[in-house]
């Protein structure tokens, strides 16, 4: 046995203020990263798997990250089994544009999506048109559920996704994200704030990662807000398989690295022209393609 097999271990469930309070068989303790992390450029991330060194609650020593097997930017956090988007009906408005980059991120990173649209208690005119978004994206291949923090819609059927899993909820700021964590989890009384009528978005109510327990085994991370997104590793030919919809179809594409742009026999665009495919998602593919390709080369 190594000297650091030895050491107890846990998840990091918080990082505040520099410090890290790992969760471990004997309860939450309060850590701090060694300087050989900075050294190596390893940050620990809310999530993380972590070898400790405590003397104390409130006195230990990150030892060791292991292996992640995903990791987000933004927000910070390690080893996700899924990601919950967080939409709202109304105000702000539902964006397919912003949707389709937050998906594109989380299929990237190959974590699992499940599309929550909120505030359906909020819509005069019912569902109707954002049904036919849902079916779009059923169509190809999420799941989608509809529900109301305020009624309590949909949260039954949300409940088994969570169990058993780290899920990190996502999605703009003033959606609902926190409203709806406290309507799984009344005793949270995480705090929330109304839109900005002005500038159409949410106030940030939530300033660090934190795994929050939801049911008996589910760990959900109520992240800070965000509202755009930027695509800084994926590379042009790796588009596609980010829209998994566009994927299946492209296996018919006369070339096998097709862009879906002015190659010939593109399968992609024959399915969008015969309405097979949304147009709208083809348009945020073009538009995303087009920003892959304006980016800045890294050095």
Same mark, same amino acid.
């Given at each position: 046995?190594?000297?650091?097999?030895?050491?107890?271990?846990?998840?990091?469930?918080?990082?505040?203020?520099?410090?890290?309070?790992?969760?471990?068989?004997?309860?939450? $303790?309060?850590?701090?990263?060694?300087?050989?992390?900075?050294?190596?450029?390893?940050? /620990?991330?809310?999530?993380?798997?972590?070898?400790?060194?405590?003397?104390?609650?409130?006195?230990?020593?990150?030892?060791?990250?292991?292996?992640?097997?995903?990791?987000?930017? %933004?927000?910070?956090?390690?080893?996700?089994?899924?990601?919950?988007? !967080?939409?709202?009906?109304?105000?702000?408005?539902?964006?397919?544009?912003? &949707?389709?980059?937050?998906? $594109?991120?989380?299929?990237?990173?190959?974590?699992?999506?499940?599309?929550?649209?909120?505030?359906?208690?909020?819509?005069?005119?019912? &569902?109707?048109?954002?049904?036919?978004?849902?079916?779009?994206?059923?169509?190809?291949?999420?799941?989608?559920?509809?529900?109301?923090?305020?009624?309590?819609?949909?949260?039954?059927?949300?409940? /088994?996704?969570?169990?058993?899993?780290?899920? !990190?909820?996502?999605?703009?700021?003033?959606?609902?994200?926190?409203? &709806?964590?406290?309507?799984?989890?009344?005793?949270?009384?995480?705090?929330?704030?109304?839109?900005?009528?002005?500038? @159409? %978005? @949410?106030?940030?109510?939530? %300033?660090? $990662?934190?795994?929050?327990?939801?049911?008996?085994?589910?760990?959900?991370?109520?992240?800070?807000?965000?509202?755009?997104?930027?695509?800084?590793?994926?590379?042009?030919?790796?588009?596609?398989?980010?829209?998994?919809?566009?994927?299946?179809?492209?296996?018919?594409?006369?070339?096998?690295?097709? &862009?879906?742009?002015?190659?010939?026999?593109?399968?992609?665009?024959?399915?969008?022209?015969? @309405?097979?495919?949304?147009?709208? %998602?083809?348009?945020?593919?073009?538009?995303?393609?087009?920003?892959?390709?304006?980016?800045?080369?890294?050095?």
């Amino acid at each position: 046995m190594t000297r650091s097999d030895a050491m107890p271990q846990g998840k990091i469930i918080k990082a505040l203020s520099g410090f890290y309070y790992v969760l471990g068989e004997e309860g939450t $303790v309060q850590c701090r990263g060694r300087g050989v992390f900075r050294k190596n450029k390893v940050t /620990p991330l809310v999530g993380d798997e972590v070898v400790y060194q405590a003397e104390n609650k409130t006195d230990g020593y990150i030892m060791e990250v292991k292996d992640r097997k995903n990791e987000l930017v %933004r927000p910070p956090i390690a080893n996700v089994d899924q990601a919950i988007l !967080v939409f709202s009906a109304v105000e702000p408005e539902f964006s397919t544009a912003l &949707l389709d980059r937050f998906l $594109v991120l989380v299929e990237y990173n190959q974590i699992r999506p499940l599309i929550c649209i909120t505030k359906v208690d909020l819509l005069d005119d019912g &569902l109707t048109k954002l049904e036919q978004y849902a079916e779009d994206y059923r169509n190809a291949g999420y799941e989608v559920i509809f529900t109301s923090s305020e009624t309590a819609e949909g949260l039954k059927e949300l409940s /088994p996704y969570i169990e058993g899993k780290i899920s !990190v909820f996502a999605g703009q700021s003033g959606v609902g994200k926190s409203s &709806l964590l406290n309507a799984l989890r009344p005793e949270l009384a995480l705090k929330t704030s109304g839109i900005s009528h002005h500038l @159409g %978005r @949410g106030k940030h109510t939530t %300033r660090h $990662v934190e795994l929050i327990k939801i049911g008996n085994h589910g760990l959900v991370a109520d992240t800070p807000g965000f509202s755009s997104l930027e695509f800084t590793e994926i590379e042009a030919t790796e588009l596609n398989y980010c829209f998994p919809d566009f994927a299946r179809v492209s296996e018919n594409c006369k070339f096998r690295e097709c &862009l879906h742009i002015s190659e010939p026999k593109c399968a992609v665009k024959a399915a969008v022209e015969e @309405g097979k495919l949304p147009e709208y %998602r083809y348009q945020h593919y073009k538009d995303f393609l087009q920003e892959i390709k304006d980016r800045k080369p890294r050095y």
